[in-house]
């Protein structure tokens, strides 16, 4: 996948939801020299505290997450918000 310049577009962005700091590194620094804008989160919680604010292009979630919902229940419930309809 290749991001759109930012003559064509807005920068996009990512979300990375992952409990493990060197995955969240690995993917933040590979992203963002891909072009992307990047936010890492451990959590559910966080995620859902910093999607109250802002709506990614794409989430990247870790299926087993501590601390709350799993990755799947955190995409259903950012599926339902209606300002979600374009997060892949």
Same mark, same amino acid.
């Not at 493990?20 to 995955?23: A, E, G, M, N, T």
């Not at 990047?38 to 451990?42: F, L």
């Given at each position: 996948m290749e991001p759109r310049t930012d003559q064509q577009? %807005? =920068? =996009?962005? $990512? !979300?990375?939801v992952d409990g493990? @700091?060197? $995955?969240q &590194? @690995? /993917?933040? !620094?590979? @992203? &963002?020299n891909a072009g992307f804008e990047?936010?890492?989160? %451990?959590n559910a919680p966080e995620a859902s505290a910093w999607l109250?604010?802002? +709506?990614?292009? !794409?989430i990247v979630s870790e299926t087993k997450l501590e601390g709350g919902d799993d990755g799947f229940? /955190? +995409? =259903?419930q950012v599926k339902k918000r209606t300002d979600a309809a374009n997060i892949a």
């Open positions: 577009s %807005a =920068r =996009r962005s $990512i !979300l990375v493990d @700091l060197q $995955i &590194r @690995l /993917l933040d !620094l590979s @992203l &963002r990047v936010k890492t989160v %451990a109250a604010n802002a +709506c990614p292009d !794409l229940e /955190l +995409c =259903r």
